[in-house]
């Protein structure tokens, strides 16, 4: 498994933006797609972003799409995720985690999680 760690969280304003960082050791980071998840107390952890494990692919939430953007440096162990024109609906743990195919991501097929970072979005 690869060891996952966030940050990067705080407490914004409506339309303010936040970068999450993700750094990840252990197993060889480029062998892995990545992908950002968030969850609110009483709901369940749901899909934000995804990314390949080259970077070359990405996928969103229709809920995030265009305002967030999802990258990675193979050479920094690094997955990032660009939150722009944050709202309150965006609040939430953000958790990032590693597959081992990009198709993965989107079903939930992980083979490790971060311990989370919180956003909180203040109207």
């Known amino acids: 498994q690869v060891q996952l760690v966030e940050s990067g969280g705080g407490l914004v304003q409506a339309g303010d933006s936040l970068r999450l960082s993700c750094a990840a050791s252990?197993?060889?980071?480029?062998?892995?797609?990545m992908g950002w998840f968030r969850q609110v107390p009483g709901k369940e952890r749901e899909f934000v972003a995804g990314i390949s494990r080259s970077g070359s692919n990405t996928v969103y939430a229709d809920s995030v799409k265009g305002r967030f953007a999802v990258s990675r440096d193979n050479a920094k162990n690094t997955v990032y995720l660009q939150m722009n024109s944050l709202k309150p609906e965006d609040t939430g743990v953000y958790f990032c985690?590693?597959?081992?195919?990009?198709?993965?991501?989107?079903?939930?097929?992980?083979?490790?999680w971060g311990q989370g970072t919180q956003v909180t979005v203040s109207s």
């Open positions: 252990g197993r060889i980071f480029s062998s892995y797609a």
């Open positions: 985690a590693a597959a081992w195919t990009y198709g993965d991501i989107t079903k939930r097929n992980l083979d490790s």
